[in-house]
């Protein structure tokens, strides 16, 4: 047996190096889809990044948007509208296609689909029209062209598209309400130091266009000591909508009650349309404050200067003691010494 195995090992040697090896086949790269919409003329592109209406109630106009598709091959876009939002970080965004639109992305209608060759870009018409009970004010929307793709079991939509920004004439009032006013004080443990105000509020787009907000927040104690300002920015906001607002105040002493207010204006992006109603918002509130840094600090002191006091009392009177023990102790020492004298 132990002289066979060498045999049997170069069998196999030779039957592996007969056999030749099928390199593995690598599944081909599936071609990148890359492609761009944006607003355009009859012709092509024409440079805007998003188009911008103000329309009567009941008027319909005719648009265009150009699907350029920048891959090798063709491929075929879905064309959607749908009502158009504001992401928490301020950023456009609209419904996905299981939402069901309600408002602006209602008044778009666009061909279900285009087929655009390979480096190729296609003009097409849409729609906008405006229902005759539309309420004034702003109705942003927007459209897309998009791609699904199924990823495992999952389908995955693509989309690139673009705002559309549709006002309805009327009356237009721009207000922005501020709610939910908070603030906290956070103290800083030096005592040399000062604190922060933390203030965060909630804007809300009250009036019926898109809207930014800017104003000021201010903080003061008791007869107007530790005040303090600082100005505070709201971002854009659709109407209806709401954002977050946080602000913070350095160099403020904890001085008990501290009042902070909050004064927004209203501001509309392009200017404000002749005959708008602006309503300016104003909140306050109070937050108690207490300087425990510096109390501390006063504690501190007391306690040292109280254990500085008794430790110089206690020195000085038994210095004192000591002095008076010295003296006893001298004047014992003078009478045991002095000469006697007697009487003859």
């Known amino acids: 047996m ?15 190096l007969a056999v030749p090896i099928a390199p593995a086949m690598a599944e081909p790269a599936k071609p990148t889809l890359t492609w761009s919409v944006q607003p355009a003329s009859q012709q092509g592109p024409d440079g805007r990044r998003w188009i911008e209406l103000t329309l009567d109630p009941g008027q319909s106009v005719t648009e265009h948007l150009a699907v350029r598709n920048f891959s090798d091959g ?34 778009v209608k666009v061909q279900n689909e285009i087929t655009v060759g390979a480096k190729e870009t296609k003009v097409v018409p849409f729609t906008i029209t405006v229902p005759k009970d539309a309420a004034p004010g702003d109705h942003p929307a927007g459209i897309a062209a998009t791609v699904t793709s199924a990823r495992g079991t999952v389908a995955v939509e693509s989309r690139v598209g673009f705002r559309v920004m549709m006002r309805a004439t009327g009356t237009i009032k721009a207000a922005v309400a501020v709610n939910d006013l908070t ?20 804007a809300r787009n009250d009036g ?13 104690g008791l007869a107007g000591l530790a005040g303090r300002d600082a100005k505070t920015s709201v971002g854009q906001i659709f109407p209806g909508d709401s954002r977050v607002v946080e602000t913070r105040i350095a160099g403020v002493w904890a001085l008990g009650p501290l009042s902070t207010s909050v004064t927004v204006s209203p501001a509309v992006e392009g200017g404000v349309p002749a005959g708008t109603a602006l309503e300016r918002a104003a909140a306050d509130v109070t937050v108690w404050t207490l300087p425990w840094p510096q109390l501390a600090l006063a504690v501190l002191l007391g306690a040292l200067l109280f254990s500085f006091r008794t430790i110089t009392r206690r020195r000085r009177r038994r210095l004192a003691d000591l002095l008076a023990h010295a003296r006893d102790e001298g004047r014992a020492e003078a009478t045991i010494g002095s000469p006697r004298t007697s009487g003859e």
């Open 2 to 16: 132990i002289r066979t195995l060498p045999r049997l090992l170069a069998v196999l040697a030779a039957v592996l």
């Open 74 to 107: 063709a491929a075929v876009f879905a064309l959607k509208a749908a009502d158009g939002y504001l992401t928490d970080k301020g950023r456009f965004n609209m419904l996905q296609s299981d939402q069901t639109s309600v408002d602006g992305g209602t008044w």
């Open 183 to 202: 603030a906290s004080y956070e103290q800083s443990w030096n005592p040399f130091s000062s604190g922060t105000i933390r203030v965060k509020y909630t």
């Open 208 to 220: 019926n266009i898109a809207v930014t907000g800017s104003g000021g927040v201010t903080v003061s």
